[in-house]
């Protein structure tokens, strides 16, 4: 399973709301409706869902050495 990356926006996004930002003041510096934040956040979030899911399988088989990085949920 390939892993899916984040468009342009939807990491924008992803790192305006770690850096603590609403979603609401998202959409008002990028010039976006809250309902497009939104929706970009969903697909962002499924497509990281899906990232780790298979970072799991890969450290289940053994296939990710000790050195590689820990997902935030393993630290």
Known sequence: MPVPELSA???QIVLLVTEGR???E???E???SLKTVEW???RAGRKLGHAAALHDRIREAGELSPDQPQRRSER
Do not use: M, W
Request: hydrophobic share 45%; aromatic share 0%; charged share 20%.
């Open 9 to 11: 926006i939807e990491e």
């Open 22 to 24: 609403s979603h609401r």
């Open 26 to 28: 998202i959409a008002g």
């Open 30 to 32: 990028l010039g976006l």
């Open 40 to 42: 970009h956040l969903a």
